[in-house]
């Protein structure tokens, strides 16, 4: 790959206004970041390359492959089936759920770290489905966006399928407008409705939900929320509690950096525990797993939604990441994201709006998502200049780019180059 900082550029920005923010304004946001050290603490990315793809991997912690290596050589290989008795191999998901609690505003015994974002998705929202209609009986409906992530979409279209005319659904047109998706919510709601499921942030236009207010409105109708947290877990402010929000899913392997196919964080409000069986009741979700009493008992709290064995090694990459997180208080880490993606609009209004990139996610940051979604000329043909130029970002066809911003290891000067290469790589 040719050096990309240093390709000519074919479109000098012409016509800057003087109070446009200039590269050096953006080498000046950098300094004295006081994120610095957690930068330090991840895999730089390869030479050359600007990565805003942390919206779907984040950056990879530099300790994670000692770690691994240790516990594979030292308790894997060295203790055998012993190592069984470390507690951070059987504890690692509680510990993980508490060591990333503070991100979502939630305590450390409301969270654990387990399967799969859609397979938590499913354990609870069949749970929540539970102990909706335990209340209310009439209660059968659920709300979902229909043009939301695809596995949120399938697992209900599947709970749907099986549930014999149990289960119905009813959904919300997306779109990027906030005053549209609310009232479009409000709209929805009613006595039959059980549950709402929404992703906290849409993960194409960008648009975030503002969960106090949407609890306040889903509670007044009798509802409970289901808060899928993808595409703002570790990038935003989330204050699950103080909301009272009921349930939520936060994908491990995004913002958090837990790795590829790092678990998903479980929340169940504290009063919402222990309501019913979970989903899915395992050996390890027992109450005493190692009586190993074929009746089952759950396990009380979050430990019940540990179906079977956790996975151990992938784990251990994402305690890693939990020590990165545990060095900076999370406020720093969302007033930096917040600097980022506010400058990151500016740099495209200021230089790419009048070569036709058009902004797709809202510009009030309190109502942005981890990431800022453009829609570009050229679409897929740009994109693939653009990673050819070492920006490295997500095309969702025809035409919507998804620069995802990682607070942790983004800088803005790098989105000043990110915008450079941008505009070098649109057609001309
Ligand atoms: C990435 C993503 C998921 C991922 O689901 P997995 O089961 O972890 O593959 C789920 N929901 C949304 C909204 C996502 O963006």
Redesign the pocket.
């Known amino acids: 790959m040719n050096a990309p900082g240093r390709m000519p550029s074919n479109r000098p920005d012409a016509a800057a206004r003087c109070d446009d923010l200039t590269r050096e304004d953006c080498v000046a946001l950098d300094a004295g970041d006081p994120l610095a050290a957690m930068r330090a603490a991840f895999m730089p990315a390869p030479e050359g390359w600007i990565c805003l793809d942390a ?2 991997l984040g950056a990879c912690p530099t300790a994670a492959a000692d770690r691994v290596q240790a516990l594979m050589q030292q308790q894997w290989a060295g203790l055998r089936s012993q190592a069984w008795g470390l507690p951070e191999w059987l504890e690692g998901p509680q510990r993980l759920g508490a060591a990333f609690a503070p991100l979502l505003g939630a305590r450390a015994d409301e969270v654990v770290a387990a ?7 499913f354990k609870l929202l069949d749970y929540a489905l539970r102990v909706a209609q335990a209340r209310d009986s009439a209660r059968r409906v659920v709300v979902y966006e229909a043009d ?5 979409c399938h697992v209900i279209q599947g709970m749907i399928r099986h549930a014999d005319g149990r289960l119905q659904a009813r959904t919300l047109p997306t779109s990027a407008d906030p005053q549209a998706m609310d009232a479009a919510l409000d709209a929805a709601l009613g006595p039959d409705v059980a549950v709402v499921l929404l ?1 906290h ?3 194409r236009s960008g648009h975030r939900w503002a969960i106090p207010d949407v609890v306040r409105r889903v509670h007044a109708a009798g509802g409970l929320t289901l808060w ?1 947290l ?2 703002t877990a570790g990038a935003v402010p989330i204050a699950l509690d103080a909301s009272r929000a009921d349930f939520a ?1 936060g ?4 913002y958090l950096c837990g790795g590829p196919g ?1 678990p ?1 964080l479980a929340y169940i409000r504290k009063d919402l525990q222990d309501l019913d069986w979970p989903t899915l009741p395992g050996w390890l979700g027992h109450a005493d797993p190692m009586a190993f009493a074929c009746a089952y008992e759950p396990a009380r709290g979050m430990a019940s939604l540990i179906g079977g064995t956790m996975p151990v090694l992938q784990n251990a990459v994402m305690a890693a990441a939990a020590e990165v997180w545990s060095i900076v208080d999370p406020a720093a880490v969302f007033a930096k994201h917040r600097s980022l993606s506010s400058t990151l609009i500016r740099l495209l209004d200021e230089r790419a709006a009048r070569h036709g990139v058009e902004l797709i996610s809202p510009r009030d940051a309190d109502r942005r998502a981890g990431h800022v979604a453009i829609r570009c000329p050229g679409g897929a043909t740009t994109a693939d200049a653009l990673a050819a130029a070492g920006v490295i970002a997500t095309l969702r066809r025809p035409d919507v780019l998804r620069l995802g911003i990682s607070a942790p290891t983004i800088r803005h000067v790098d989105l000043w180059d990110a915008v450079s290469r941008l505009l070098d790589s649109l057609p001309h």
């Not at 399967?115 to 998705?121: E, F, G, I, Y």
């Not at 939301?148 to 949120?152: E, Q």
């Not at 994908?251 to 995004?254: A, I, L």
């Open positions: 919206n779907s399967d799969n974002t859609t397979t938590m998705l939301g992530f695809p596995t949120d992703t942030g849409d993960y899928d993808s595409h899913v994908c491990g392997y995004k790092a998903a």
